[in-house]
């Protein structure tokens, strides 16, 4: 079993940044892989990235350049830094892990951007 908090969601405008995190209850190097997916009203699940045991990192190309994964050892958790944010970036951002054959979500975190 793997518990995940997230915290970090808020209301932001147009172009300005936050930082959304992620702890996990397991020791990051017991984990196959972490990362973020997000929700839109109406639409599908998005993947955002991932990083992997070995931390290398992975974001879509919608927010390549804007979106940054990292992880804290120490406190085993991951953070989403998001910056240049827009409008079609509201959603609601789930963290995962998958821990051998088994994936677990965070309750997720809605980020709104107001133009």
């Known amino acids: 079993q793997v518990q995940l908090v997230e915290s970090g969601g808020g209301f932001v405008q147009v172009g300005g940044s936050l930082r959304l995190s992620c702890a996990a209850s397991r020791s990051f190097s017991r984990l196959d892989a972490m990362g973020w997916y997000r929700q839109a009203p109406g639409k599908e699940r998005e993947l955002v990235g991932s990083?992997?045991?070995?931390?290398?990192?992975d974001v879509a190309d919608s927010v390549k350049g804007r979106f940054t994964i990292s992880r804290d050892n120490a406190e085993n958790t991951m953070y989403l830094q998001m910056s240049s944010l827009k409008p079609e970036d509201t959603a609601v951002y789930y963290c995962?892990?998958?821990?051998?054959?088994?994936?677990?979500w965070g309750q997720g975190t809605q980020v709104t951007v107001s133009s």
């Open positions: 990083i992997t045991t070995g931390g290398t990192t």
């Open positions: 995962y892990a998958r821990y051998q054959v088994s994936l677990y």
